[in-house]
């Protein structure tokens, strides 16, 4: 077995930040208030002066902080990366999470001595293409996305020169991450270049008859949840459509779920995987707590030997129903 | 340069039965006005076996017409079976190679090729890192707004590179590991039967108030309308977009070639160019895409 | 419990009746609430952004009122108004009380109360999550801490507030 795996936890905000390192995160990610990161929400996320203190909470504690700045900038606004990439070495941040090619190559000529993770944004799922990222810029993570069976990752961990990292817990994305313009298409505001999927201020929920709620984003309708119908987020990868041979409307590409790896983390740790990834930096401090200490848990369970149990996280999930996604099969594509 | 945009065919996006293809790509090679034709399958690994026997059969027909050929790759590389695919594309040496995943910027190994639309080149920094890595010709993701473009063609000619926009057919605005035509007719990716060749244009997503939105085509998923960048085609050449693209679809596209060739040589107003295309009845609805401004 | 209340529309007609007696003891207490609470985490209000002068109305499924918030940092407004009325505000956000009372307290998640159908928002979706991860970022119990300004009565009406809402869900 490989060297002990790092837990990596979501932090929108410095509380969060404490919450997770407190609940046994091993390193915590984290963007800054601005398009240079795919959690660009509002209200979210650090200024310079509170990831300054939030380094100094995770270093005092022996955690780490990666810095996501994993959009890509475009033509014309390459600025505001660059001095993103800039501020987060000088904090002293312990990686920084980079999806574009031309971010990766400013970081990696300018602070050649940074650790640099290949963002799940890059949507590098070959051997060849990670050890692309590897040979260029010098990356020494991989966040893998989320397609893979646990089989495909223990043969692409043999073949790559870096460290490889997978979701465990959170959102279930459908599309190919750094390749999707869904939410441009419906809202003018794109995922890659503005870091927002399906934004907030283009969000509507409806009352329609009978209790149910309309979802929209834009103009479009995405879903409509009966009465006690659990619901999901407002996405268009989550959104309900009817198509000529269907005869009712239907979750087209997902149904509103969320992934759970807990009951596979013994399996992936033998697989290779070096650190084990918690979406949701747009969640709140419950859901940082309580899913941070349950894989906490977790994975000291599988290094000691015994059956991993991260319990019951079922109400924290989309639709309130979770999934093992594309990692248990490949009945799943 | 203004006044000599070329016209290219981009890559076959959908399923169609290969006498489908073999009759379409004579047609283009006999009749259409464009310059280049990408060939090659760029959505779905499990289709490339129906088509790849008659590929030399197709290009040379092309070549022979004085069309460039150029031949893309798999924007999703993940399965061996795709990693031997875009390897074995990269070790092309009688055709140029279009690069849609940076899987192929590996197995090319700074030999020149062009970077395709699936590719994310947002900026000059990424772009002039892909030129120092052998890439000779961009075509830009159709979300970039008209400034970077304008920025990025500004970026090209200083470096010596070429740049390519899409002008028309339906937009890529996503890929997935799942197979969304095998789903709705409750099948996985493995077992599909090749259902995705019952839309030669794809599968109409409605919203649930009856709105025609997306297209399902295998792991991709496309805009409705038809992106139509008539009026656009002297902007575009004006800021230095040097080739415009036009993805192929089940309708007459040597008409649609004409009619942007037309436009482009300023034999046709643009207006009465689009106003022609509609009137063909073949294309439910246009649009401007990305390019709002 | 209700999911989804009927709602005549979000932005109703404009009617600001004075509040019913119990409702008008009630004021002060949360003038005070929210002075404290601005002055206490200035840095909230860097999160609210332009949310600043948005107007909230919260719904407490199970109490005979609704809040009315405006969390603007030099002059916060939060006062109780009765069911029926219907201010003009940017966005709604009802859950039954105990729930608000752990989501602001960092113990539920809201994203979770809403899959699960116990959140309802209209209106301006953007405003409710700027407020929501302004609120998200306060360490500590808020509720606690505000209930502890007004010591032994502050603590007691948290408590009857509880108690009230629990019976109503019950």
């Known amino acids: 077995m490989s060297a002990r795996p790092e837990l990596v936890c979501p932090a929108g905000t410095p509380a969060a930040l404490r919450d997770a390192v407190d609940a046994g995160a091993d390193s915590v990610y984290c963007g800054f208030q601005n398009a240079t990161n795919a959690r660009n929400f509002p209200g979210l996320n650090f200024t310079a002066e509170e990831l300054r203190t939030g380094v100094a909470y995770a270093h005092g504690r022996g955690a780490k902080v990666l810095l996501a700045i994993n959009t890509f900038p475009p033509a014309g606004k390459f600025s505001l990366w660059r001095d993103a990439v800039d501020t987060g070495v000088a904090l002293g941040v312990d990686a920084i999470i980079v999806a574009d090619i031309g ?40 966040v893998l996305p989320r ?41 003018g ?38 009465s006690g119908e659990k619901a999901g987020y407002p996405t268009i990868c989550k959104g309900r459509y009817t198509t000529r041979c269907r005869q009712e409307p239907y979750y087209a590409f997902e149904e509103p779920v969320s992934l759970n790896l807990g009951p596979m983390l013994a399996e992936l740790v033998r697989a290779g995987v070096n650190a084990f990834k918690i979406e949701g930096r747009q969640r709140s401090r419950a859901y940082v707590k309580r899913v941070v200490s349950a894989f906490r848990g977790g994975i000291d369970a599988v290094l000691e030997g015994r059956e991993p149990n991260v319990g019951d996280l079922i109400s924290l999930t989309e639709g309130q129903k979770q999934t093992e996604g594309a990692f248990k099969t490949k009945r799943w594509r | 340069m203004a006044g000599c945009v070329q016209l290219t065919l981009g890559p076959l996006l959908f399923h169609w039965p290969i006498e489908a293809k ?61 990693r031997q695919m875009t390897a074995e594309l990269c070790a092309l040496t009688d055709y140029e190679v279009e690069i849609n995943d940076a899987s192929g910027l590996a197995a090319i190994g700074g030999r020149p090729h062009r970077i ?49 926009v899409q002008a028309f057919g339906r937009t890529p605005l996503a890929l997935s590991a799942r197979c969304y035509h095998a789903r709705a007719h409750g099948r996985v990716k493995d077992n599909c039967q090749f259902v995705c060749e019952e839309d030669p244009d794809g599968m109409v997503l409605s919203t649930l108030e009856g709105r025609d939105w997306l297209v399902i085509n295998g792991v991709q998923t496309l805009s409705y309308p038809y992106l139509c960048l008539l009026d656009r085609i002297h902007g575009l050449q004006r800021i230095g977009v ?41 294309i439910p609805a246009l649009t401007n895409g990305f390019c709002q401004s | 419990m209700t999911f989804g209340y009927a709602h005549a529309g979000w932005r109703g007609p404009r009617s600001l009746a004075p509040p019913a007696p119990p409702l008008f003891l009630l004021q002060p207490l949360l003038a005070r609430i929210a002075r404290a609470v601005a002055r206490r985490h200035p840095e909230m209000f860097a999160r609210l952004g332009i949310h600043q002068t948005s107007r909230f109305v919260i719904e407490p499924i199970g109490l005979p009122f609704v809040l009315y918030l405006q969390p603007a940092p030099r002059n916060p407004i939060l006062r109780a108004l009765p069911r029926h009325a219907r201010p003009v505000c940017e966005a709604r956000i009802a859950a039954p009380f105990l729930q608000l009372l752990r989501m602001i307290d960092g113990e539920a998640d809201g994203d979770a109360v809403f899959f699960a159908r116990d959140l309802v928002v209209s209106g301006d979706t953007e405003a409710v999550v700027s407020l929501r991860n302004a609120i998200d970022d306060l360490d500590g119990s808020l509720a606690a801490s505000v209930a502890g300004v007004f010591g032994p009565p502050g603590k007691l009406a948290l408590a009857l507030l509880s108690r009230r809402a629990k019976r109503q869900t019950a």
């Open chain 1, 189 to 226: 505001v794109s995922t890659n270049m503005d870091g927002v999927c399906s934004p907030a201020a283009q969000v509507r929920f409806e009352p329609a008859e009978g209790g149910a709620l309309m979802s929209r984003l834009g103009d479009h309708a995405i879903d409509r949840f009966e």
């Open chain 2, 22 to 82: 073999r009759d379409f790509y004579a047609r283009i090679a006999d009749e259409a006005p464009v310059d280049v034709v990408y060939l090659g399958e760029v959505v779905c690994s499990k289709r490339a076996p129906f088509s790849e026997p008659h590929y030399p059969e197709i290009a040379e027909r092309l070549a022979r017409a004085g069309k460039r050929v150029v031949f893309c790759s798999l924007a999703e590389v993940m399965l061996r079976r795709e």
């Open chain 2, 242 to 282: 040097t080739h415009l693209r036009l993805l192929p679809h089940a309708l007459d596209m040597i008409a649609v070639a004409r009619l942007f060739r037309g436009v482009a040589d300023g034999i046709l107003e643009p207006a009465e160019a689009q106003t022609r295309l509609l009137a063909s009845g073949a």
């Open chain 1, 147 to 187: 397609i893979l069976t646990v089989s495909e990752i223990k043969s692409i961990v043999s073949e790559i020169p870096c460290e490889i990292e997978t979701f465990v817990f959170g959102n279930h994305g459908l599309m190919l991450e750094g390749r999707c313009s869904l939410t441009n298409y419906a809202t």
């Open chain 2, 116 to 164: 395709g639309q699936f590719f994310n080149v947002y900026n000059e920094e990424t772009l002039r890192h892909l030129v120092h890595n052998g890439a000779t010709h961009f075509t830009l993701p159709a979300e970039l707004p008209r400034d970077s473009v304008a920025i990025l063609a500004d970026a090209a000619r200083a470096c010596g590179v070429t740049l390519e």
């Open chain 1, 103 to 142: 971010v990766a190559s400013y970081a990696a000529r300018t602070h050649p001595t940074q650790r640099l993770h290949l963002s799940v944004q890059a949507s590098a799922s070959s051997p060849e293409a990670i050890r692309y990222y590897c040979r260029e810029f010098g990356v020494k993570r991989v």
